[in-house]
């Protein structure tokens, strides 16, 4: 669509600032007005005769008014009048928009470790930009993002702040992101190549999630914009005590004039999530009624004393032992984070079942794993991606976790509306139930994209790709039954055949419990099948063999 007259441009406008019901600065403005008009190529300012559009914007003070009319990013208001008040219905029948897809005017959470993926692989391999054929051939073929190859248009859009256009068919990484990468330390981060070889399995494990994202997040603060830095220094140095991340946004356009959704353009779901990665300018404290964000410059005192009870504390878990999988106080001992989600569960809309019903702990207590014990298991998956790991399900409660799935069918089947909530809440890594192939299951949220969830199921360790209206919050009832999978690293075994290791998946095998890491959460273990004859465990036999290599650190 191209603009031919200056009525319909003006028509637009309008209609943007109506649709937004916020006051935008003139580049957010003329960013959606772009988006509108299907790109800066389709919408030719220079046929009506301005050379920018902030020229052409001052000159419609009956549509626009300008804080600032000597300042090229002032912040943009809107004229009052009948035909903004009518908009809707004028929009709807004197503007033709060109056909798009379903999703092409939503906007996309990229999550901020993979921006930075997307930043390392630019940085190292393409440091002079790359076509837009090359980058959908080349780049989103890797695992990593393969999730947006459907989407290509709508990614780039919503990484305008990583790339920039050179030309209508080239891109490269924004030169202010280059030379801030250039003054940080990167030796421990992933290579492109290491990105390139991150699996989908690898990235979507829990287990893995911490590694991968240390491996893959650069530091926020030397790659966030300037002004964006400046604003929030301000506003936390300006506001006396604290600030929590339901004011922020009101608090923002207030002092700003314009909307804060920089933590949802870095990857973000929560205003929260994007401050606790800026410990340069705030700090983020979670108490049961609220998430507070102070300004470090003004709240030092907390971050010593803070340190200081992790150094207690650790010094107390050093001088005990305990097991792997210590048990939950459940209706004791609230997750830092459980009174936050009751408070906003208190005034959802759409609940109707009492919060004393529902479980808001993030997980269900886990079965406890000690060294010389035996289990019988049921191989649900494996993993060679780093380490050599299996994911094992607990035969011995086979019977009452088989209940659990048909007590589950038969209540959410009455009462799932009753147990629907507000899905902006959902809360990564927290556990909720789903439905899936006619059945209800107990899963922990890893990741919300793209409009749906991903889940990892606690019973069986599967993964999951869950649309919103398919969660539901978990009845109390259904969390006394302790999670029946667990993942652990096979003793003894620096790396083996994967087509080998797949061999065993499905099988009942006994495993014996090794060693165990409270710190990573893992187990050690030896396995063999249930009806073999031998004593000998197969971490043995497949050393001997050569099919799998010895780790040499282990005794």
């Not at 339901?246 to 004039?257: A, R, S």
């Not at 999670?483 to 006994?510: N, P, T, W, Y």
């Not at 497949?542 to 005794?555: F, R």
Request: hydrophobic share 40%; aromatic share 10%; net charge negative.
């Amino acid at each position: 669509m191209s603009c031919p007259n200056l009525s319909e441009l003006k028509l637009v406008v309008r209609s943007v600032l109506v649709a937004c019901q916020n006051s935008l600065t003139v580049e957010e403005l003329w960013k959606k007005i772009t988006y509108i008009f299907g790109g800066p190529q389709k919408l030719q300012i220079q046929i009506i005769g301005y050379n920018t559009h902030f020229d052409f914007l001052k000159t419609i003070p009956d549509v626009v008014q300008l804080d600032d009319p000597e300042d090229p990013n002032s912040i943009v208001n809107l004229i009052s009048s009948k035909l903004s008040r009518h908009m809707e219905l004028l929009v709807s029948t004197n503007i033709i928009r060109p056909p798009k897809n379903k999703n092409h005017l939503q906007e996309l959470l990229i999550p901020y470790r993979t921006q930075c993926a997307f930043i390392r692989i630019f940085y190292e391999l393409y440091p002079e930009g790359l076509s837009i054929n090359d980058f959908e051939s080349d780049i989103l073929c890797i695992p990593i993002f393969q999730s947006y190859i459907n989407c290509v248009d709508k990614l780039l859009f919503n990484l305008d702040h990583l790339f920039i256009r050179k030309g209508r068919e080239m891109i490269s990484l924004q030169p202010k992101i280059i030379n801030s990468l250039k003054e940080v330390e990167i030796e421990d981060k992933f290579t492109a190549m290491d990105i390139c070889n991150i699996d989908e399995y690898s990235l979507e494990n829990k287990n893995n999630d911490q590694q991968i994202s240390n491996g893959l997040e650069y530091p926020l603060f030397n790659i966030l914009e300037e002004s964006i830095k400046t604003n929030i220094e301000q506003l936390l140095n300006e506001v006396p005590g604290w600030i929590s991340d339901g004011q922020m946004c009101n608090l923002y356009i207030e002092k700003f004039g314009s909307a804060f959704t920089h933590y949802s353009r870095w990857g973000f779901t929560r205003i929260s999530q994007m401050f606790s990665k800026l410990p340069e300018l705030c700090c983020v404290h979670f108490s049961n009624n609220d998430v507070k964000i102070f300004s470090s410059k003004n709240h030092t005192c907390d971050i010593h004393k803070k340190s200081d009870l992790l150094k207690s504390k650790n010094e107390n878990m050093e001088s005990r032992i305990i097991s792997i999988f210590a048990k939950n106080k459940h209706n004791k001992e609230s997750c830092e984070n459980n009174g936050v989600l009751e408070k906003f569960l208190k005034n959802d809309p759409f609940l109707e079942t009492p919060l004393s019903d529902c479980f808001l702990d993030r997980e269900i207590q886990n079965f406890e794993l000690e060294i010389n014990n035996s289990f019988n298991v049921n191989v649900c998956g494996v993993d060679t991606s780093i380490i050599p790991t299996i994911i094992c399900q607990f035969i011995d409660q086979y019977h009452e976790f088989q209940k659990l799935l048909v007590d589950m069918k038969n209540f959410y089947f009455i009462n799932d509306s009753k147990l629907l909530f507000d899905q902006n809440i959902i809360m990564v890594n927290h556990t909720y139930a789903y439905f899936l192939d006619d059945f209800w299951f107990r899963g922990i949220v890893t990741d919300i994209n793209l409009g749906v969830i991903k889940m990892i199921n606690i019973d069986n360790g599967s993964m999951h790709t869950i649309p919103f209206e398919d969660i539901r919050l978990l009845h109390v009832r259904f969390a006394q039954l302790p999670v029946q999978s667990f993942i652990c690293k096979l003793h003894g075994i620096d790396s083996i055949a994967e087509d080998e290791l797949l061999k065993i998946i499905d099988k009942k095998c006994s495993i014996y419990v090794v060693s165990t890491d409270q710190r990573n959460k893992s187990a050690s273990v030896k396995i063999k099948f249930m009806d073999s004859v031998s004593d000998k465990y197969l971490n043995d036999e497949w050393i001997e063999s050569g099919i799998a290599l010895p780790d040499s650190d282990e005794e």
